[in-house]
């Protein structure tokens, strides 16, 4: 078995930064590729940011690109994002994904392995 757990999220004021992590833990060969999605209230999830297994690779929606940065640290099972710049609409639960492929998919359908979520509320 395998579990991710998020942490980091919180009330921040836009403008700010924000880091999240994600921390794999159990049977941590069976995550290679993960990913970051995050919803809104009323919203249906969607893509934030993805990274390789190895690190070398990373993707972004378009709506993040330049203000969120995906890294990994593979020695502490853990992978981060950081979100720079926010704004009011970043305000969602982001949740962290593994899947056993090397290279982050879009979509969520290809990852089995999901976080719990952590709310990040953003306030003008």
């Known amino acids: 078995q395998v579990t991710l757990v998020e942490s980091g999220g919180g009330l921040v004021q836009a403008g700010e930064s924000l880091r999240l992590s994600c921390t794999v833990s159990?049977?941590?060969?069976?995550?290679?590729?993960m990913a970051w999605f995050r919803q809104a209230p009323g919203k249906e999830r969607e893509f934030v940011s993805g990274?390789?297994?190895?690190?070398?690779?990373?993707d972004y929606a378009d709506s993040v690109r330049g203000r969120f940065f995906v890294s990994r640290d593979n020695a502490k099972y853990t992978a981060y994002l950081q979100i720079d710049s926010l704004k009011l609409e970043d305000g969602a639960v982001y949740y962290c994904?593994?899947?056993?492929?090397?290279?982050?998919?879009?979509?969520?359908?290809?990852?089995?392995?999901w976080g719990q979520g952590t709310q990040v509320t953003v306030s003008s």
């Open positions: 159990g049977y941590t060969d069976s995550v290679a590729a």
């Open positions: 994904a593994g899947q056993a492929g090397e290279s982050p998919s879009r979509s969520e359908q290809d990852y089995r392995t």
């Open positions: 990274i390789s297994g190895h690190g070398s690779y990373t």
